[in-house]
């Protein structure tokens, strides 16, 4: 079968593969449709598992070409929703109450690009299915549902880490995709002023819609300065990272107030240097948690993700600005998302058109 991928770090290109063998649990899905993420960028930049050729991709809906002989939930033919964290339901990591997302180590839920090849290919394989797999809510489009697997999972998780509280003061630090969900999520959660940090029009746009009250830029000074300007010297609540480097991490410790929450799902790069002034954490008596994290996967969240979006809380699909009709636009589709556009917050290529 054919898939797009990393070559090596760096080059990306067409891949050959077999199409892939089913466990006695698994499913083999054929997307119908996918979306590239910063994920798969930074995979084919430094590599997030596997390092040489890999089917990139991690977010799909698609139909069922084939399951295992133990799998009682699903059949060759469903549609399914496709979690982009795809745990080992049986590995210890799991069965820790504190968290779902490392299966059998730091990271190892996330299959695709960590483990195995992804979705941007004719067929893929998912582990589990029974776990892994959700059927599509009725009253949610594909579309929508495909925004589930990792940007809302995700940034409703940034919200979750952060423990966004009824009137708390939220920055969001980065509006791109997931940014734009934990902004969703915190004014679900019953934020008060939601302060969103980036520059691209349609983002700052769209973040307001969702209902971000200020938008600050990146570029324009020094973002604790602006907070702190913005709230007359209270400082937020809660501070949300979707988007920087590694200083974003001191920025969010100092522009939260004492006993404030910072909440990440940030992917840092392993040459970030992660920098804290004790002054601004209180000299570590602030009590200022700092909670990081990865998106929580299984069909279980994937459903109540569904939920949310079939009572009309908010439309997720206006995050998808570019659509793209076939596998051969899948290479334009994800050098778009590698050169974030400033009209970009999230492409999708329909593979059965
Ligand atoms: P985008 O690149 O689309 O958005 C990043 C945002 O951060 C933009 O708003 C950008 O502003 C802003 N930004 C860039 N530099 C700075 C800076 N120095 N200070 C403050 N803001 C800045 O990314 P995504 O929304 O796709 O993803 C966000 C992050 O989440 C990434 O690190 C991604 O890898 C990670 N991620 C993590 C997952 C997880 O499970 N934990 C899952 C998926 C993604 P501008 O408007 O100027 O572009
Ligand atoms: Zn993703």
């Known amino acids: 079968m054919k898939g797009y991928g990393m070559i090596s770090i760096g080059q990306a290109g067409w891949i050959e593969k077999p199409t892939p063998a089913i466990g006695a649990l698994d499913a ?52 399914v ?11 210890p990591g799991v069965q820790n109450f504190k968290s779902f ?52 999972s995700t940034g409703f998780h940034a919200a979750e880490l952060a423990e966004v509280k009824y009137g708390d ?7 791109g995709p997931v940014g734009l969900m ?33 938008i600050i830029s990146y570029k324009e000074g020094n973002i604790v300065e602006q907070v702190y300007r913005l709230t007359a010297g209270r400082g937020a609540d809660c501070a949300i990272i979707a988007g920087g480097g590694g200083e974003t991490l001191g920025q969010a410790v100092a522009m939260v107030r004492e006993t404030g929450t910072v909440g990440s799902v940030n992917f840092f790069d392993y040459r970030d240097k992660i920098e804290i002034n004790a002054l601004y954490w209180g000299l570590g008596m602030s009590h200022k948690d700092i909670r990081c ?15 949310i979006l079939k009572y009309g809380r908010f439309d997720a699909e206006k995050l998808i600005t570019h659509k793209f009709n076939g596998f051969d636009e899948l290479p334009a589709a994800f050098e778009l998302m590698d050169k974030k556009a400033p009209d970009l917050i999230k492409p999708i290529v329909y593979l059965d058109k």
């Open 101 to 152: 997302s490392h299966d059998t180590g730091v990271m190892k839920s996330f299959k695709f690009l960590g483990s195995k090849d992804g979705t941007f290919a004719e067929y893929f394989h998912v582990n589990q299915a029974d776990a892994n797999l959700a059927k599509l809510t009725d009253g949610v489009s594909p579309e929508a549902a495909l925004m589930t697997v990792d940007m809302m």
């Open 182 to 214: 934990a902004v969703a999520a915190s004014v679900l959660r019953g934020a008060g002023r939601v302060i969103g940090v980036g520059t691209r029009p349609i983002c700052a746009k769209v973040a307001k819609e969702y209902g971000a009250t200020d």
């Open 28 to 79: 083999i899905v054929r997307p119908t449709i996918v979306a590239p993420c910063s994920s798969d960028t930074h995979a084919l930049h430094g590599g997030i598992g596997v390092k040489e050729n890999l089917i990139l991709g991690h977010e799909a809906v698609g139909i069922i070409e084939a399951v295992g002989e133990g799998v009682k939930n699903f059949k060759a033919g469903d549609f």
């Open 81 to 91: 929703v496709v979690p982009c964290a795809t745990p080992d339901w049986l590995a």
């Open 293 to 307: 994290g990865f998106c929580p996967g299984g069909s279980e969240r994937i459903r109540r993700m569904m939920e």
């Open 169 to 175: 003061t939220v920055v969001v630090i980065g509006i």
